[in-house]
């Protein structure tokens, strides 16, 4: 579709190029091909199958050749999905704002001649109805056509979703679209189709010819994809991935671009029943075992848990089941797990009171200082002192159980974090430790602050 509009794009251009008539005056000669493709590719987007990225890359390419009918695709553009355009990243709308006065601006005063290819610039007219229009959607001014559209399209959005949940993805398929840029698709040729799976390739960095060139790009991709693979498993027998399910979890986030490449091939294993805790345990193991903490986990968890939500649940007790093993495990381990249940309670997947089956300081042993220590600096170093005051003073207030973590908590950060290097005056970790103590004040506990 995408290379059919561009098909067409390049015709008009070199129509009107060759024709200094203006659209309006145009008549039958003026094909509709182009105009319609941009159309359903608009539509595509306010249904959610493309994103943003591809619509905004189309408007910088318009804008970039800013002839007539180039300023009358994004008229109709604009006109079909400026709104949500400006809902999904305003940001990149404020640009194409500069982009189109500036654009304009040099049409308007250059008006007289014509652009590189000798093909008229727009007309002032139509520019100012544009830059009108772009205005209106900068401002969220809306006009009663443009509220008619929202609401039938809305409508049309909520069935589409409706029916992407339906499919065997569930909710992933519903909150799903293509990213995918303009560029790659003018470069399938050369790069492949890097968002099907099996269907990228090296390119065309040899200069070789017809079949001989395919030759070299599939024996190039299927050794390195070999290679690559042959690492994995091997590393997942190092890693003690005893089970099928488990190598296949495993080489899934190893061999991963990011969190949503990870995350999509995680919910195409399709694992069923009590299968899918697998993935939890492999990716607890996984983040425990990194040199250093990556965020990356945190993110395909997070991914993970707003899909199907009992997976809340199975990293609970996997991080129960890691704190029975402190006596076992290494430190870079429990530092590594620490932030990660961190980043977990930040984002309100996990509950704090996670850290009560561990928060026994009479027999806590050393690894478990140490993951507490990491866990609790990391929150205040990542969070300003009221949201820190909201989750040490939500870990109970009214229970028993709740009244005996803040009490645990309480004597942990006077013990352990009090004297800590970074509790420095004036420091953000300073005043977070202030008012986590503050949270955790329990009468019972008054003998112990004053000691």
Known sequence: LVKSYIQARDVARKVSSSNSESLDNAGDGYSKEGPNLVLILSFLYNFQVVHCTLIYDIIRDLIKSFREIDVELLLLIL??????????????????????????????????????????????????????????????????????????TGKFRKFVGRMKSATPLGRASADSCMRIALQDIIDIEVKGRWWKVGASFIGNQFHADGDDMDTVNKQSASKAKGVKENKLLKLAAKQHMNTDIRRSIFCILMGSSDCDDAFEKLVRLN?????????????????????????????????????????????QLSFWDVFKQFDEIKARKAANLAKLLSHLVRENILSFRVVSKVLDLEVLPENGVIFLTMFVCNIFENCDPIFVGHLFGGSGSVDAEGIALRESLSVFLLQYLKGHPSNAKKSQFRACYKAAVKACEVDIFEPVKRR
């Open 271 to 315: 694992l069923k029943g009590k299968q899918d805790r697998e993935i939890v345990r492999v990716l607890v193991h996984c983040c425990g075992q990194e040199k250093s903490y990556n965020p990356f986990y945190a993110f395909v968890a997070i991914r993970l848990c707003e899909f199907q939500s009992n997976t809340k649940f199975t990293l």
């Open 79 to 152: 006109r079909t999905c400026g709104f949500q355009l400006r809902s999904d990243d305003p940001s990149a709308l404020k640009d194409i704002v500069l982009l189109v006065q500036e654009r304009a601006l040099k049409a308007t005063d250059d008006h007289s001649k014509r652009d590189e290819i000798g093909a008229p610039y727009a007309g002032s007219a139509r520019i100012s109805f544009m830059i009108d229009a772009i205005t209106d959607l900068k401002n969220n001014k809306k006009r009663k056509r443009d509220e008619g559209l929202l609401e039938k």
